[in-house]
C-alpha cells in the first residue's frame, strides 16, 4: 500500500510540476498604456502603482472639483487633443481638496489631472451620481472572493491587456465604490502553494502508513520468537 501510495504522490507531483512550467512558458502579451475611452460619458480613474490619472469629461467654461486628495499635472484638452488655458482657485476645506476652473473659452473635451495613491485597494466615495469606469494596473485582474473583489459588483468587466476595466453605469444609489484587486499571478500561485500542503500532507500520510508497517514486522517478529 504505501509504494501505491508513493507513485500516487510522484504523479501527482510530476503534474503538478508539468502545469506550472507549462503556465510559466507561455509568452505574455506586450501591455500597453491603458487609456480611456472618449466615448465615454462619464469619469475615468486609471491606477497605477504609486498613483492614478483621472479623466473627466467637460462641456462649458467652467468646472468645480470636490475631491478626496489633491491633484497634480492638471490638464485641459478640447476634442482635438490640444491643451486649453484655464484659470483656477484651490482651498482645503474639512478634509476636501476643492477645486474652481475657468476656461479661456467654452470646451467640450476632457479634463486631465493625476492623484497619488498605494496599495491593491482603491475606494472611491461618489459625490455625484455619473457613469464611474476604474481601470487596474497592467497584470492586475479582481473577483476571486479570497483574493479581492469590487463591491458593489460593476455593471461590465473587460479583462483587457492593458488593465482589466470596470464600470458602473448607475451610481445613484451607491455611497462609494471599493476595488480590492491582485496580481494575475495570484490565483495560480495560490492553487501552487494549497498543491504543496496537499503534497506534504501526503508524504506524512506515506511516513505514518511505513511507520505503522515497520511496527507491525517488528511485532510479529518478537511474536515469532
Not at 178 to 199: D, F, Q, T, W
Amino acid at each position: 500500500m504505501c509504494k501505491h501510495l508513493l507513485k500516487a504522490g510522484l504523479v501527482f507531483l510530476a503534474l503538478l510540476v508539468s502545469f506550472y512550467l507549462a503556465t510559466a512558458l507561455q509568452p505574455q502579451a506586450n501591455g500597453s498604456e491603458p487609456h480611456a475611452d472618449q466615448d465615454f460619458n462619464g469619469t475615468t480613474y486609471i491606477l497605477f502603482e504609486q498613483e492614478m490619472k483621472v479623466v473627466l469629461p467637460v462641456n462649458g467654461s467652467r468646472a468645480n472639483l470636490t475631491l478626496f486628495d489633491k491633484a497634480e499635472d492638471m490638464a485641459l484638452l478640447d476634442e482635438s487633443g490640444s491643451n486649453v488655458s484655464f484659470n483656477s482657485s484651490y482651498q482645503f476645506h474639512r478634509g476636501d481638496h476643492i477645486y474652481s476652473l475657468v476656461f479661456e473659452r467654452p470646451v467640450r473635451g476632457t479634463l486631465v489631472y493625476n492623484m497619488s495613491r498605494q496599495g491593491q485597494q482603491f475606494i472611491l466615495p461618489i459625490r455625484h451620481p455619473e457613469p464611474v469606469r476604474i481601470i487596474l494596473p497592467p497584470g492586475y485582474s479582481t473577483g476571486i472572493r479570497s483574493l479581492g473583489i469590487a463591491r458593489p459588483e460593476p455593471d461590465a468587466f473587460q479583462d483587457a491587456d492593458s488593465g482589466a476595466i470596470l464600470t458602473w453605469n448607475n451610481t445613484t444609489q451607491i455611497p462609494y465604490i471599493e476595488v480590492n484587486y491582485y496580481r494575475k499571478s495570484a490565483p495560480l500561485a495560490l492553487m501552487i502553494i494549497m498543491a504543496i500542503l496537499a503534497g506534504a500532507g501526503l508524504v506524512l500520510l506515506i511516513r505514518y502508513y511505513m511507520s505503522i508497517n515497520k511496527l507491525k514486522a517488528a511485532r510479529m517478529e518478537l511474536e515469532k520468537e
